[in-house]
């Protein structure tokens, strides 16, 4: 089982960037997915998560109306796009899958459950 993570980058302030999450060895369309960070010298954080049966999302008011999350069942990818970066988004951006049924369990249940892939660097420059 794996979880590939890519598209992170350097942007200025204001700027976007698409990350992906690419699952193997998994139906990733049986798992509600999530994306996380961990911003330098701080805990790792919940962003936003998308069900696995409906589609539901949910996210940290944070990134609320600037980050979106979807999913493409067919290619087992799940996407964030995020728009009007701040240097306060610059972290290491994780993706996990939990075998949750709603979004809103994730930021509790995927710490000790969920299934974790490796980290993207997201910069943005002030």
């Known amino acids: 089982v794996q979880l590939q993570a890519s598209g992170g980058g350097l942007v200025q302030a204001g700027g976007s960037l698409r990350l992906s999450c690419a699952a193997s060895g998994l139906t990733s369309s049986l798992y509600t997915m999530a994306w996380f960070r961990q911003a330098p010298g701080k805990e790792r954080e919940f962003v936003t998560a998308?069900?696995?049966?409906?589609?539901?999302?949910y996210y940290a008011d944070s990134v609320k109306d600037r980050f979106t999350i979807s999913r493409d069942n067919a290619k087992n990818t799940v996407y964030l796009q995020m728009d009007s970066l701040g240097p306060d988004d610059t972290a290491v951006y994780y993706c996990a899958a939990g075998r949750v049924a709603t979004a809103q369990a994730m930021p509790s249940i995927a710490p000790q459950r969920g299934i974790w892939g490796q980290g993207t660097q997201v910069t943005v420059s002030s």
């Open positions: 998308v069900s696995w049966r409906d589609h539901t999302t």
